[in-house]
């Protein structure tokens, strides 16, 4: 089985910072992607931004600039780096990594636990 284990979030001031960390663990033999999504009350769940193994990432237009995703490919772990905060950021914010395990040829998609986000006014 994979297992994720997501933590960062909290409570923060408009304009303030946080950053978000999610660690795969298990019988994994690659990581395609991993990313970030996000749901706020009565709302879908959304992508905030993912990042390939190549390198190259995704933003959601409403993020670009503010929030940076990377990864650590030896630890097997996806950062969210959240920068000028706003109040419509408040989420649950779930980890995601399409993985594929050992002695098997499939990629699945593995979902978070998700961890919460709120801005203050």
């Known amino acids: 089985q994979v297992q994720l284990v997501e933590s960062g979030g909290g409570l923060v001031q408009t304009g303030g910072s946080l950053r978000l960390s999610c660690a795969a663990s298990?019988?994994?033999?690659?990581?395609?992607?991993m990313g970030w999504y996000r749901q706020a009350p009565g709302k879908q769940r959304e992508l905030v931004a993912h990042i390939i193994s190549g390198g190259s990432t995704r933003y959601a237009d409403s993020v670009k600039g503010r929030l940076t995703i990377s990864r650590d490919n030896a630890k097997n772990t996806v950062y969210l780096q959240m920068n000028s905060l706003k109040p419509e950021d408040t989420a649950v914010y779930y980890c995601?990594?399409?993985?594929?395990?050992?002695?098997?040829?499939?990629?699945?998609?593995?979902w978070g636990q998700g961890t919460q986000v709120t801005v203050s006014a």
């Open positions: 298990g019988s994994i033999f690659s990581i395609n992607l």
């Open positions: 995601k990594v399409i993985a594929r395990k050992v002695f098997t040829t499939i990629d699945y998609a593995y």
